[in-house]
């Protein structure tokens, strides 16, 4: 029986995607064929045979999953996720360090989905991504880990906060002090308005920059050498939203919120 099962499961990427639709609820033959974009005739097996080994149930010509079924694709779900993740990427994810990434979150990375990673041509290593800007100009509140110190972040944060969009910002001590020294005026600008929340991360360690607003989410893993490779994670679907927000809730969590500086 575990055996059938687990041909069942993972001997068809097919088979795999209907339990995990089905996930969603009661679907008629429609719902399924439109999800999957080919004929009904190449689903008819697949069905069968998981209706075989009663992972479905087919119910007036409509298909759900048995309690079985339903059991045995949560648990599925987070691991076809995470292989979804890195395929195609292999080489950038193994190459990166996940040691300030929680234990809970990092076993649910799969979430971070249908993403991007954005690398700078060399000529336009300082640029910020077009599709970035146009993601914070419209965005009702930012939450941000600054790890990295970027030269057009002060200006370009203080002109989003004028704004009037909410902002939580998150920074490690040495960008703190770079920003003391490098733009006196932006930052008291941020500080001084009352839609901006700052704090100081309280660790020696250096956390993933990262930048989550209420339609993206932009993260900054450094490589397992410590450095950063402008190599950045983008995604704008809603399960990487929320694992974004987890994950900046975790880093407030270890930080104290600052008074507004005094210069």
């Not at 069968?48 to 648990?75: F, R």
């Not at 509140?141 to 990295?148: E, K």
């Not at 203080?158 to 909410?166: D, W």
Request: proline residues 5%.
């Amino acid at each position: 029986m575990e055996s059938s099962l687990m041909n069942a499961v993972w001997f068809s990427d097919k088979r795999r995607k209907l339990l995990l639709f089905l996930l969603g609820g009661k679907k008629d033959p429609e719902e399924i064929k439109s999800a999957f974009g080919v004929s009904w005739r190449s689903l008819i097996l697949p069905l069968k045979e998981l209706k075989e080994e009663e992972l479905i149930i087919n119910h007036n010509g409509s298909y759900e999953l048995s309690s079985i079924g339903k059991m045995l694709a949560e648990n599925v779900r987070p691991i076809d996720r995470i292989l979804n993740l890195f395929e195609g990427n292999t080489d950038y994810w193994t190459e990166r360090d996940f040691k300030e990434v929680p234990p809970y979150l990092l076993n649910r990375i799969g979430e971070i989905e249908d993403y991007t990673i954005i690398e700078p041509e060399l000529n336009k290593m300082f640029e910020l991504p077009e599709r970035f800007l146009q993601s914070l100009h419209t965005s009702r509140h930012i939450n941000a880990v600054f790890s990295i110190y970027h030269p057009l972040y002060p200006a370009l944060y203080c002109q989003l906060a004028k704004k009037g969009i909410r902002m939580s910002l998150i920074l490690t001590e040495p960008v703190l002090q770079r920003m003391r020294e490098d733009c006196k005026e932006e930052i008291e600008n941020i500080w001084q308005l009352q839609n901006t929340r700052s704090f100081l991360y309280n660790s020696e360690t250096v956390p993933p920059s990262l930048v989550i607003t209420d339609n993206m989410l932009l993260v900054s893993f450094f490589t397992k050498g410590g450095r950063y490779d402008h190599r950045d994670v983008m995604s704008f679907a809603k399960s990487s939203l929320g694992w974004g927000e987890h994950l900046f809730d975790h880093y407030r969590s270890v930080s104290h919120e600052l008074p507004e500086l005094l210069f």
